[in-house]
């Protein structure tokens, strides 16, 4: 993107190199516990915490509740059980579930967590932002939204085991709540704890008679042997999710009596696994860890194993083709056995618009992936063997789905999916898994994973991933000598920096694999480095070398005959050409590039070209041209549905109609993009999207909506690290606060915008910044600083040699100092100011400033030279037929010249 705003005009572009409306009311509970006892004072404690107060309440409501203790201890039953009835008691408009997985071994990272929630919150959005930043920004907006139009939100975070996860989701204000579960207190959340301790000996034995009564309802072995069940829960230690699996147990054996059950589990005391780790090892523990022993013995060897083997995998959750790849079986075997888990309560089936998944509990994890009596029924795979046959399988269908992502329309893909469409929907479902599998294992396999991820990891502008498994795969491919893949790699690696706006690290990035496929004289990835260069280079001001990089990638694109690189190595090239003024040149590079992707029907290409063409033409004044290719443009967007581009057309429509003058429209255009940026969390592009939705509102008059819109930008602005957008949206707001006449208002962002923009390369803006807060401290009567402001906006135009905005800041400068009675120092201003406005031919700014030297002589009372300098901004006026500048001219030098006369006619002292 390339940005110029100078007192207060506006020329700014979003270029395409490369969530939707309103949500509706949204409820992703799973469903409530079908069996929940002994838990009133806990369904209270937390009822009295969720329930609404008043709006004159809101700000000492409880905002955030931890249910805490032991896993398995029935935190998650108790939150889905209130959070059901407060839903059902219209509390909340809207609950949204997430399972952070927090003692997991690949736990739910914040900004995960928080993809989740807004997935939820907008099941039809395309695009969730790349930085948890940004997605912790768009959640605070989308709630702040809801309480606006009245709406309650509960948001349920499962199995949290940091703060760090948990605080990115806390909700801001009275009206929504975060109900959190987790082993740990988090003491530093300052949240109201709910501390969850075992089932009674009642409560546990009315826990074992529901379960056992909901399957067989004449099921008596309960309530037949009483002291037994008394014992079964006292060897649990009224542990609800021991006393679960002991139920399932008795359920799965109808002849086994509890008290069989009990002497079993009695004769297992002594055992140890990974769960005393972190259990502490007290008597309870170990009785859990025998009940997990039990009923893991009294599954059938397969699903033993099976268990085991999922148990091993490092990803959330598991499908049906993954599963049987693991357990090398065919899938109808493979679901029999993941469906006799189920019922077991070892794993929990969830049914997803990509089919079902399986997944387990944390306990049952840790438990099932150190069985080492899983056993290897028929020859089976060993743990490792199974790691290899489940990677293998993600291999192949990532990159099947990379293929159908990437091809053009004609070009053969492998028939592992129907389509397009399909493929992309397994990449979805998937991808968090793929990158839990990527991260656990660093070894070549898992690097050409990565690869495969490359496209869709772009597409769902996952960047913040994408540098994190790109940067695996470099050391991994570079130890193992993979020189070729390492080339690929680091070329993915700099494509997610570029994007990521850290721009330095980009170049560095492709440089690396530009030498590597020279090197490996692999010349389609020189191309694809070359492309990736160029665009890099641009943005960190080396548009020469930006030029010459692209130039090659041209002529190596041709030589190997590849059309779609060419078509990109010209899109970015006449980005390149007009960022150093171009523009004919600029225009025909993308007319060629566009050109060829309608040739290829490359409609993603075809878009981009559309996009930079019409910023190009608009740039030569062509705004009907221009028009109409972003018009063409979002079209394209709209059918392809590119919500991301869509947005960026948006933009660029805006721009070119309020340069052709098209105020209104303009603002209608800004408006359209704000909303899919911010959904996208695109903090960058909507805070500039703001910005220029700002300076149209105000060129139509309507200053306060512009105050609004340049202050918005401002905000978001400052999440981003680009300082220098950020300071000219400082600047606009303080320009729109001074043009309305609100000069108190427009000091404190002009003042804020000056040190942001110290800090470009781009001094003009600094003096052009300090020159409109020093006329708005005159005008707020504050003559020092305003007089102080005009010294250091000069400084600055004298060290750049821009004259044009040194003399009117000398003008300025004038103005204060007249106001301040230094008289003599604001004739020195005005008369260096005339000099320098004779000089460049500015005839109406000379004029004026004569007068206001003729003015400031009059102080003085050298009515002689003032009465010249009227008379010399009078001929201006008149040579130039400024008609309004001579009536004025003629008012001062009409006074002047009577003044003059009276005071000679004044007696002089003796």
């Known amino acids: ?29 799973p469903a409530a516990p079908s069996v929940f006892v002994g838990r009133e004072h806990e369904v209270a404690r937390v009822r009295a915490v969720l329930a609404p ?60 967590a928080l993809e989740v929630v807004l997935r939820a919150l907008d099941p039809k959005a395309v695009d969730v932002p790349p930085t948890q930043l940004q997605r912790a920004g768009l959640l605070s907006s989308k709630m702040a939204a809801f309480a606006r139009e009245g709406r309650s939100v509960l948001l349920v975070a499962d199995n949290a085991s940091s703060s760090a996860q948990i605080r990115p989701l806390e909700p801001v204000g009275g009206r929504h709540r975060l109900l959190v579960t987790s082993r740990h207190s988090h003491p530093d959340l300052g949240a109201r704890l709910v501390d969850i301790a075992s089932l009674s000996n009642g409560a546990g034995i009315a826990l074992l008679r529901a379960r056992l009564l909901e399957t067989r309802p004449a099921d008596g072995r309960v309530d037949n042997a009483h002291p037994d069940a008394c014992a079964l829960v006292t060897w649990c230690a009224g542990h609800p999710l021991a006393l679960r699996i002991c139920a399932a147990v008795l359920v799965l054996n109808p002849s086994l009596t509890v008290g069989d059950l009990v002497r079993d589990l009695k004769e297992q005391r002594s055992r140890v696994d990974a769960l005393d780790a972190y259990v502490h090892g007290t008597d309870s523990e170990r009785a859990l860890r025998a009940t997990f022993d039990m009923s893991h013995h009294q599954l059938r060897p397969r699903p033993r194993q099976l268990l085991h083997l999922l148990a091993l995998t490092p990803g959330a959750d598991i499908g049906l083709p993954a599963a049987a790849a693991l357990a090398q079986r065919e899938p109808a ?44 029924p028929d020859g089976r795979p060993d743990d490792e063997a199974a790691r290899a046959w489940l990677l293998a399988h993600y291999s192949v269908l990532a990159d099947a789905a990379d293929q159908h992502l990437r091809a053009l329309p004609g070009t053969p893909v492998p028939d592992a999916f129907p389509g397009h469409a399909e493929a992309l929907a397994w990449m979805d479902v998937e991808c968090v898994n793929l990158l839990a599998v990527i991260r656990e294992r660093r070894d070549p396999a898992t690097a050409r994973l990565a690869l495969c991820l490359a496209t869709h990891l772009d597409y769902r502008r996952r960047f913040e991933d994408a540098v994190a498994v790109f940067s695996q795969a470099v050391e991994v491919l570079r130890a193992t000598g993979d020189r070729a893949r390492e080339g690929a790699a680091q070329n993915c690696l700099g494509n997610a920096l570029y994007n990521l706006r850290r721009h330095d690290e980009a170049v560095a990035a492709h440089e690396e694999s530009l030498t590597i496929c020279r090197e490996t004289r692999d010349r389609r990835g020189e191309s694809r480095a070359l492309n990736g260069l160029g665009p890099a280079l641009q943005e960190v001001g080396r548009c020469d070398e930006a030029i010459t990089v692209l130039e090659d990638s041209l002529v190596v694109c041709r030589a190997i005959e590849d059309a779609q690189g060419e078509s990109t190595a010209l899109n970015r090239l006449g980005l390149a050409l007009q960022e150093v003024k171009r523009y004919s040149d600029a225009i025909t590079a993308h007319e060629e590039s566009l050109a060829i992707c309608r040739e290829i029907e490359d409609r993603r290409g075809e878009s981009k070209a559309l996009n930079n063409l019409g910023i190009a033409l608009g740039e030569t004044g062509d705004f ?102 950020e300071g000219l949206a400082l600047f606009q707001l303080g320009f729109t606060h001074y043009e309305a006449g609100h000069y108190k208002m427009a000091i404190s962002p002009l003042d804020k915008a000056v040190p942001l923009l110290r800090e470009t390369d781009e001094p003009h803006f600094v003096g052009v910044t300090l020159n409109v807060l020093g006329v708005a401290l005159l005008m707020a009567g504050d003559l020092e600083e305003a007089i102080t402001a005009h010294q250091e906006a000069l400084a600055v135009h004298r060290e750049t040699d821009d004259r044009e905005n040194a003399a009117l800041t000398l003008g300025a400068l004038g103005l204060a100092l007249h106001e301040a009675k230094s008289y003599e120092k604001a004739v020195l201003a005005y008369e260096q100011a005339v000099t320098i406005y004779r000089q460049i031919g500015d005839r109406k700014s000379e004029s004026e400033t004569l007068d206001n030297l003729g003015l400031t002589l009059r102080k003085l009372r050298r009515y002689e030279r003032a009465v010249t300098a009227h008379e010399q901004a009078l001929a201006i006026c008149r040579e130039t037929g400024d008609l309004d500048g001579e009536r004025s001219s003629v008012e001062h030098l009409t006074t002047a010249r009577a003044v003059s006369a009276n005071e000679a006619r004044l007696p002089s002292a003796e």
Request: with cysteine.
């Open 53 to 112: 107060v008043s709006k004159g309440d809101r700000a000492h409501a409880v905002v955030v509740s931890v249910l805490t203790g032991l896993g398995g201890i029935g935190k998650t039953a108790l939150a889905l059980h209130t959070a059901h009835l407060a839903y059902e008691e219209g509390w909340y408009t809207d609950v949204v579930f997430v399972d952070l997985r927090g003692y997991d071994r690949d736990p739910l990272s914040a900004d995960q």
């Open 1 to 29: 993107m390339a940005a110029n705003y100078v007192n207060g005009g506006m020329h700014a572009y979003f270029y395409a190199n490369g969530i939707t409306g309103e949500p509706a009311p949204v409820m992703t509970l």
């Open 624 to 725: 009907e041209g221009a028009l109409a290719a972003h018009r063409a443009d979002l079209k394209i967007c709209r059918e392809i549905g590119d919500r991301h581009s869509e947005s960026l057309a948006y933009v660029n429509l805006g721009r070119t109609l309020y340069e052709s003058g098209h105020y209104e429209e303009a603002v209608t255009a800004f408006k359209e993009a704000w909303p899919i940026l911010r959904n996208a969390d695109d903090h960058h592009s909507e805070g500039v999207a703001h910005l220029l939705l700002g300076i149209a509102l105000r060129e139509a008059g309507r200053n306060d909506e512009a105050a609004t819109a340049c202050e918005k930008a401002s905000t978001v602005l400052h999440k981003t690290d680009d300082h220098h957008s």
């Open 333 to 376: 075997e493979v679901r029999r056995e993941l469906e006799e888990l189920t019922r077991a309560h070892l794993l929990t089936h969830d049914l997803v618009a990509g089919g079902s998944r399986w997944a387990m509990h944390d306990l049952t994890r840790d438990h099932a992936a150190h069985q080492t009596d899983a056993g290897n």
